[in-house]
């Protein structure tokens, strides 16, 4: 060979070798890809047979896999607890099935397995059945579920699972029982911390009525509205334990609506007041007066829906909204809907399905000041339940919430509630100083009223209009008055003792000039379609006492001419229009066109159809009253009566100190002369809750309304209370030790 071909040859067999080379590289990156693959793939092999291992072994089931002869492929850990003498190594070399079973099943249902899985391997469809059997020396209810393994279309063996039936049932059972256990324990303790609880709310009353000394009544007073918080969350621990334990039972009667709504009202009222919120009510007036159902539970569920209501909103208002969607016939089952709406902080929709849930209270964060136990709405949710209705929420976070639950019920008697949308409540709204919105040129006004604080208040609230101010005590000298001066506008108190306000107005009117001097009503009493009530009575409008001074200036604005009003430029824009914007007509509309309202003013008088509050409800809502409870004089309320004129208040609160009606009202009590002393007392809430006196107010009230309907005996029972309560007060007033917010 010649050298250069020598050299080609080499050249070539060199680049051969690289190839080669090259190649052999390839299949080591080749080969070790695949080693790793593999490994990979063992892993994951490993890490599910590890899962489905623990699956088994977790398996309350004993399961077993055969393959087509019947021989075991793999059986349940759980099975291995139980048979020693069988090892896993033995299962997985394939045993036959009869003899896995041979210590659990008797030869002849052995034999009927047998059968089953023959019939299974060959296409028939075997439905579960139950064997009975002996475990440990136990009777068991065993269920067996047979199935046929298919691989690739083709049944590969079978797939058995025996459910312990009787075991489950004894484990479903135990758990029911522990929760009842705990149910009634609940149920019981909650019984027997509420008879103590009774006590101490009981005692500490007595120390706040019969002890002089101010600082163990200030202990008392903490103690008393901390027991009655306690006693409101054991309540509602009892109903969730009796819900829970099916004890809680729906007691239906006939009942009616009217007073369903009043004493609603009266226990929330004092905590509205506390706010500057509106409460309204929006009244179906063809709801049929007279109802069928649990009374007490449905106040219950108004009470707490209100109470959270009130909780959580801070400003706006509340409406309490009633109404049926079909018209009633008699004995026939309809639907009423009751809805709380609020315009408060609302909740979070990811929220709104949590909070029925017990023990559920959501925005913890924005509501840590906000007390309660979770329970109210988890209770109300099954009451209504209970009584064949559903509970639901509407929420909007920041804007609002509203709960509506509907109740199934019945009504022998069709007569309708009536015209009651009003507005009962207005809270306290503004802390500044009352500024007129205009003044009055040559304006002469009268105001009548048997009250010397109330004319002293009326009179003074009138002071800023710069108008000629005359009062009167009776409707004798008003009608004096009258025959020698012509007023443009005269304030008429309604009940006067001798001759009252509608008899004095009446006969003014028969006086020359007396047709045309609008004559505006003050009452204590005002009610729903009370404008229109006094209109008829020959009144051109009417004012509910204690006055409101933002009140007056919109009574003002509607019975004066214009020509008189000359505008203040140093009035705050709002006054002109505090909470209902000026208006022609008197009878405001507030809500929509079913909510005609009159105006009542912060725990007015609740009037007819409202009766005095039962004990039991103020024990449910006990918690309702506790903040004010222990405030004999609340100082922001009279503030606000006395256009938040601290020296003004002042000089009221001398004025009602003086006025001392107690002891007139005593004698007319042991002279047992009621008629005279419904007047009186009538006269105390009012002039009471001028200056704030809230306790004193809601005694009168209550003693007033059952005078009213001839209940002398809760009179009879009440009236030292009333006498003690006054001379707390009176003593607070005089020790100069009211503290003014
Ligand atoms: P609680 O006794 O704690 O008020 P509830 O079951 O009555 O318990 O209410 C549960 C939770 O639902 C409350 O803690 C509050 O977070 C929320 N909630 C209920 N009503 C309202 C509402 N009107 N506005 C805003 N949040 C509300």
């Not at 600082?215 to 409101?232: C, D, G, P, W």
């Not at 004559?519 to 229109?532: E, F, P, R, Y």
């Not at 809502?621 to 405030?631: C, R």
């Amino acid at each position: 060979m010649e050298e250069a071909d020598y050299q080609l040859e080499i050249k070539k067999l060199s680049r051969e070798l690289r190839r080669l080379k090259k190649n052999n590289e390839l299949l080591r990156i080749a080969n070790d890809q695949a080693s790793r693959t593999q490994a990979y793939i063992q892993k994951d092999i490993n890490q599910q047979i590890f899962y489905i291992n623990q699956l088994l072994k977790s398996s309350p089931y004993l399961l077993i896999l055969t393959n087509r002869q019947m021989q075991t492929v793999m059986i349940s850990n759980i099975y291995f607890r139980h048979e020693k003498e069988i090892t896993k190594a033995q299962v997985q070399r394939g045993l036959p099935l009869h003899q896995v079973l041979r210590n659990y099943l008797s030869p002849e249902q052995s034999q009927e397995l047998m059968d089953k899985c023959e019939q299974v391997l060959n296409g028939t469809d075997v439905p579960p059945y139950l064997i009975k059997t002996v475990i440990d020396g136990r009777n068991f209810d065993i269920q067996v579920i047979i199935s046929p393994m298919e691989q690739q279309n083709e049944v590969s063996g079978l797939n058995l699972v025996f459910v312990n039936v009787t075991a489950m049932v004894e484990a479903i059972e135990h758990a029911q029982q522990a929760d009842r256990a705990k149910s009634n324990f609940l149920a019981n303790m909650s019984h027997e911390i509420r008879t103590p609880m009774n006590a101490i709310v009981g005692m500490s009353e007595f120390i706040l009525r019969d002890c002089t000394d101010s600082k163990a009544k200030s202990y008392a007073s903490m103690i008393r509205s901390s027991s009655k918080t306690l006693l409101s969350i054991i309540n509602d621990i009892l109903d969730f334990s009796k819900i829970e334990s099916g004890k809680m039972e729906i007691i239906n009667n006939h009942f009616k609506l009217t007073s369903v709504i009043s004493d609603v009202h009266a226990l929330i009222r004092i905590r509205i007041n506390e706010k500057p919120i509106k409460f309204l009510m929006d009244i179906d007036h063809r709801i049929p007066d007279e109802q069928f159902g649990d009374e007490v539970r449905i106040k219950q569920i108004l009470i707490n829906l209100l109470g959270n209501a009130i909780k959580f909103t801070n400003n706006g208002s509340i409406t309490l909204k009633i109404w049926t969607e079909t018209v009633p016939e008699p004995n026939r089952m309809y639907r009423v809907y009751y809805s709380v709406t609020d315009t408060g902080i609302g909740i979070k929709k990811d929220q709104l399905e949590r909070i029925f849930d017990n023990f559920t209270q959501v925005d913890t964060k924005r509501n840590r000041s906000v007390e309660g136990t979770g329970l109210g709405l988890a209770i109300s949710k099954n009451l209504v339940n209970m009584m064949g209705g559903n509970l639901q929420v509407v929420s909007e976070y920041g804007r609002g919430t509203t709960f509506t639950f509907d109740i199934l019920t019945k009504s022998r008697d069709m007569s309708p509630v009536g015209e009651m949308s009003m507005i009962l409540s207005e809270g306290i709204f503004s802390q500044d100083v009352f500024k007129a919105s205009f003044t009055l040129k040559n304006t002469r006004i009268l105001i009548v009223d048997d009250n010397d604080l109330n004319l002293k208040v009326v009179s003074g609230i009138l002071a800023p209009y710069k108008a000629t101010v005359e009062t009167a005590t009776c409707g004798a000298e008003a009608l004096i008055k009258c025959a020698k001066t012509r007023y443009d506008l005269i304030f008429m108190d309604h009940m006067m003792p001798v001759m009252d306000g509608v008899e004095a107005a009446g006969m003014i009117r028969k006086m020359p000039f007396g047709d045309v001097t609008p004559i505006v009503a003050l009452t204590a009493n005002a009610l729903s379609g009370a404008a229109q009530e006094y209109r008829r009575l020959g009144f051109q409008d009417f004012l509910s006492k204690p006055v409101d001074p933002y009140e007056m200036d919109q009574v003002l604005r509607r019975t004066l001419p214009s020509e008189m009003m000359v505008p203040n430029p140093a009035a705050d824009d709002t006054i002109g229009h505090p909470v209902n914007s000026s208006q022609n007509e008197s009878d405001t509309t507030w809500t929509g066109p079913a909510l005609s309202a009159a105006s009542l003013a912060p725990s007015g008088g609740t009037g007819a159809p409202f009766s005095h509050l039962s004990c039991e409800l103020s024990e449910t809502d006990s918690a309702a009253g506790h903040e004010v409870s222990g405030l004999l004089v609340d100082t922001r309320v009279g503030l606000r009566y006395c256009m938040n004129n601290r020296d003004f208040y002042r000089k009221m609160l001398d004025t009602f100190v003086t006025l001392n009606p107690i002891d007139e009202i005593d004698r007319l009590f042991k002279a047992e002369d009621w008629i005279n002393y419904q007047v009186k007392v009538h006269a105390l809430k009012s002039s009471a809750l001028t200056v704030g006196a809230r306790v004193l107010s809601e005694l009168a009230r209550g003693i007033e309304q059952a005078v009213r309907v001839n209940d002398i005996g809760y009179a009879l029972q009440h009236h030292q209370e009333l006498c003690d309560v006054f001379r707390e007060t009176r003593d607070l007033i005089k020790s100069g030790e009211l503290e003014m917010s």
